[in-house]
């Protein structure tokens, strides 16, 4: 579904991305894993749009999408969550995940201005997926709040509502458990694992071990801006290279 073909981006000369590329197999789970400053985020912004790679070709669907800006690659199918909370505040909680179907919203200003039958008509079906997305997260009763209101967990999960709304083809997902405690950790994981079973492909960048190795098909790790290792988890698990660049001689120990 998505391939990445040497892809790099430097920042004032220095590499951030060197020559990284991968697969992305169409209803599966794929996690990219590595330490801090690996280049995961900057690989998920030159995916979607937010940044344009230095070199390399990004594909999906077998379209070019390298050059295209962020709003004509969430058209196509990509949706995405921030490693840092990219919420509206002051917005409900129904606002912000109603965003999240701004692609397929419509874009007639004279319909919307007119208030016709038929867009009013579209308008309540939109809010009924919106409040299922949020049904499936369990904030359906905090819909009308604002979202600058809720404590940091619900604001997650939020945002796990808003990039699922839209049934994209591919979503990608930057660090969704971060900052959660074990329970919301559970939680969350219990809903990816929901998306995965109902053929959903994604492409998940996350710290915690377990929840990679329990509902991830492949995985591939990054360090300094490099590929060095794509597998299965037990095969990654393994992996000389990845146990000293991430996962710690401990773990090959234990």
């Not at 074990?182 to 929901?194: F, N, P, S, Y």
């Amino acid at each position: 579904m998505l391939r990445l073909d040497q892809v790099g981006k430097n920042f004032g000369g220095l590499p951030a991305l060197s020559n990284v590329s991968f697969e992305v197999p169409q209803g599966l789970v794929t996690a990219l894993i590595g330490p801090n400053g690996a280049g995961k985020s900057t690989l998920i912004n030159c995916t979607t749009g937010v940044l344009q790679p230095s070199s390399g070709a990004v594909r999906f669907l077998q379209q070019e999408i390298t050059a295209l800006p962020a709003h004509q690659i969430a058209r196509l199918g990509i949706a995405r969550t921030f490693q840092n909370l990219k919420l509206f505040p002051r917005l409900t909680v129904l606002d912000n995940v109603l965003t999240g179907l701004t692609c397929v919203g419509g874009r007639s200003m004279l319909m919307a201005m007119l208030r016709l039958p038929y867009l009013r008509h579209r308008e309540r079906q939109l809010k009924l997926r919106a409040m299922e997305a949020l049904d499936r997260f369990g904030l359906a009763d905090k819909a009308a709040w604002q979202a600058g209101s809720l404590a940091y967990g619900d604001k997650k999960r939020v945002e796990l509502a808003r990039a699922t709304v839209g049934r994209s083809e591919l979503l990608l997902l930057d660090e969704p458990v971060a900052g959660l405690n074990a329970e919301e950790t559970a939680e969350v994981g219990d809903q990816l694992k929901l998306l995965r079973s109902t053929g959903h492909t994604m492409l998940l960048v996350e710290h915690d071990m377990d929840l990679v190795m329990e509902i991830a098909d492949q995985v591939v790790v990054l360090d300094s801006g490099k590929c060095i290792a794509t597998g299965t988890p037990d095969e990654v698990r393994k992996n000389p290279l990845v146990l000293e660049a991430y996962l710690g001689r401990m773990e090959a120990m234990a």
